[in-house]
């Protein structure tokens, strides 16, 4: 996963398709309208207005579309970041958030700043939607009582759609096979996915938090869905040009690779950083507390082709069949005394 996403000049991220939006392999909120990107400002304006450094960092910001929508929401909120840093790893999609940005934000080009480590410290806001997905996570199968990493093999009877690979197993390491014990259920022939690198980060991110909150949007669950034992075959699933599908050996390095986000393994590495959850709620009932409806009445009379454009995109955004429930919103947070707008309508914090 990490080759086939991150190995420079082929890897998924790291090479020249399109990727996200209408021409590439998916879509994700901020792309499909800024609108959500509005919305998602009044949360982090509650935030800014915590702290006093007013910084927002967001990690991996694709195309560069949800900075430009949150940059001009907190600006109708008069409430513009001190600076609005980007970690973002793949230098194709830096080129990209800069045109975007240079079209979209002309205007806050002062305030933008990529950077190509963790800062050693932060004092304001953190947003990363669909980041953790994309962070290469293991494999592991429980077989027998024993644990198992699945791996790529190369065989030459496969076929050629695979590009001659194929899964193959090992004894999974010490460290894993205890974390797989501690979370999978006691059900034979078990795959699912273990992700410490997003855990790491996670934690990473929060010992550097000074003050401020982080938000995390992915698709995902807590652990006990996640490591539900009728889901046996895990979570790995590929994109590519909006089709989905559970074969990472075809087209490597032009698909999108991704497993869903176990947030309670994410809570976790926020608490062993000193982070308190500030909140977990599904999408929906977040974007409906910072006022999507209201963003969506901005746009137009009902009946003007925009209204209606948008109105589609705010359906796919909180419907249930859509990304209102799968995708959920994790808050980990420093400071006391920050608002939660986009909270305030539902808490899931005891599922995690
Ligand atoms: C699925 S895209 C989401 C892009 C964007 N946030 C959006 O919602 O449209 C995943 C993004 O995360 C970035 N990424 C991957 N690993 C990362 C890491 N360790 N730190 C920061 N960003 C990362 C990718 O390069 C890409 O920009």
Known sequence: MELALYSPG??????????????????????MTPLFGHAAAKQVAAILAATEGRQVLELGAGTGALAASLLAGLEAASSLPSHYLILEPSPDLRERQRATLATQAPHHAAVVEWIDTLPASVDGAVIANE?????????????????????????????????????????????????????????????????????????????????????????????????????????????????????????????????????????????????????????????????????????GPPESVPYIKAASQVQKLLSPAEMGELFKVLALSRSPGIAWPGFALADRRHRL
């Open 10 to 31: 082929l890897g998924y991220y790291a090479a020249g398709a399109t990727k996200l939006g209408h021409a590439g392999d998916f879509t994700t909120a901020p792309e």
């Open 131 to 299: 980041v953790l997905d994309a962070i290469p996570t293991h494999v592991v199968r429980r077989r027998q009582g024993a644990f198992f990493e699945r791996g790529v093999a190369i065989a030459p009877e496969a076929s050629p759609l695979h590009h001659g690979f194929v899964w193959d197993e090992r004894p999974a390491p010490a460290r894993l096979a205890a974390l797989a014990q501690s979370r999978f259920p006691e059900v034979d022939d078990y795959v699912s996915e273990l992700n410490p690198a997003a855990e790491a980060l996670v934690e990473h991110l929060g010992r550097r938090l000074d003050s401020g909150a982080a938000l995390f949007i992915d698709y995902g669950f807590p652990a006990h869905e996640y490591y539900h034992p009728q889901r046996a075959a895990g979570t790995l699933m590929c994109h590519y040009r909006h089709r989905a599908h559970d074969d990472p050996f075809v087209y490597p390095g032009l698909t999108d690779i991704t497993a869903h986000v176990n947030f309670s393994a994410m809570a976790s590495a926020g608490k062993r950083a000193g982070l308190e959850v500030g909140g977990f709620v599904a999408q929906a009932p977040f974007l409906l507390g910072c006022d999507l409806l209201e963003g969506l009445a901005a746009v």
